[in-house]
C-alpha cells in the first residue's frame, strides 16, 4: 500500500520553499508549481504536497545546474 501523504495549505507550502503565501498563490495559479486546486472560479482553494514541490525544485536545480556546466 502506497504511503499517503496529506494536502497542505498555501501558508505551509510558501514556508517549506521560503516564500510569501500570496507568492506562493501566484505560483500556483500560473502553473509553476504543482498545485491542486479544489472549487472553480476565481476563489479556487488551493493544496499542494510537499513531495511534488520538492521533486519539481530539484528537477528545476539539476537542470539549471547543467546549463551552467554547458553553458
Known amino acids: 500500500m502506497p504511503d499517503f501523504e496529506p494536502f497542505v495549505d498555501a501558508e505551509r507550502a510558501a514556508e ?8 506562493m498563490l ?3 495559479r ?3 508549481i504543482p498545485a491542486h486546486p479544489l472549487g472553480s472560479g476565481s476563489r ?8 511534488e514541490i520538492e521533486r519539481v525544485l530539484a528537477s528545476r536545480l539539476r537542470h539549471n545546474e547543467a546549463a551552467a556546466f554547458h553553458g
Open 26 to 28: 501566484s505560483l500556483a
Open 30 to 32: 500560473t502553473g509553476q
Open 16 to 23: 517549506f520553499i521560503g516564500v510569501t503565501r500570496r507568492y
Open 44 to 51: 479556487r482553494i488551493w493544496r499542494f504536497r510537499l513531495s
